[in-house]
Each structure stands twice: as structure tokens, then as C-alpha cells.
Nanobody
Framework: QVQVVESGGGLVQAGGSLRLSCAAS????????IGWYRQGSGKERELVAT???????NYADSVKGRFTISRDNAQNTVYLQMNSLKPEDTAVYYC??????????????WGKGTQVTVSS
């Protein structure tokens, strides 16, 4: 019903910037919250940032002040602007869309991820 595809990952030096994109398709009007998650090698997946349908945002403490999540409703796209990147930001970044299908209830959809590598 809802699909998301991430893009924008790559290799950058510490202190550099990247902008990730999460493009949603399908019944995008049903999306309530978009979240960016990441999973480093050998580590658990963790939440990075979220934005809900009202525009409210949340950030992990580790990225506050460096990352910004935003949305472009006209393009059904959510962005994650990542500045002042650190090697510890290296991970596969995943987009997650939480959506509701009326009486069927809440669902979510995961993208396949995009690799972000930050070199020292």
C-alpha cells in the first residue's frame, strides 16, 4: 500500500554533509510518520529522526544539532540533511513509513536502505 525508497547515501569525509531522500509511493495520504533509522556493522538498528504528519520532529541525541529531517509533501519525499558527519555515523540508513489503512489499522513499510560511510 505504501512503499519507500531511499537514496543519497555515499562516501564522505568527516565533517562533510549528505542529504538522504526517502521517496514514498502508493497510498501516501495514509502516512502518519516517517522515520530514519540506521544500523552500523555489528550494531542494532536505531532511530535517527522522525517527522509526523503535523510536521513535528524528533531526533536521537547523537544527531541533534547536526541532522535535520524535513518533508516535501508535493513530492511525497522526506529528507535527512546530515551535516558535520562523524565516522560513527557510518551505517546503512533506512526509511520507515508508518501508515494507517482505515479500520485495518496501523502498518509500516521499510525501504531497503542506503549506505552512508564517513571516513576519518
Amino acid at each position: 500500500q505504501v512503499q519507500v525508497v531511499e537514496s543519497g547515501g555515499g562516501l564522505v569525509q568527516a565533517g562533510g554533509s549528505l542529504r538522504l531522500s526517502c521517496a514514498a509511493s502508493g497510498k501516501t495520504f495514509s502516512v502518519r510518520t516517517i522515520g530514519w533509522y540506521r544500523q552500523g556493522s555489528g550494531k542494532e538498528r536505531e532511530l535517527v529522526a522522525t517527522i509526523d504528519s503535523g510536521g513535528s520532529t524528533n531526533y536521537a541525541d547523537s544527531v541533534k544539532g547536526r541532522f535535520t529531517i524535513s518533508r516535501d509533501n508535493a513530492q511525497n519525499t522526506v529528507y535527512l540533511q546530515m551535516n558535520s558527519l562523524k565516522p560513527e555515523d557510518t551505517a546503512v540508513y533506512y526509511c520507515n513509513a508508518q501508515f494507517r489503512l482505515g479500520v485495518l489499522g496501523e502498518f509500516d513499510s521499510w525501504g531497503k536502505g542506503t549506505q552512508v560511510t564517513v571516513s576519518s
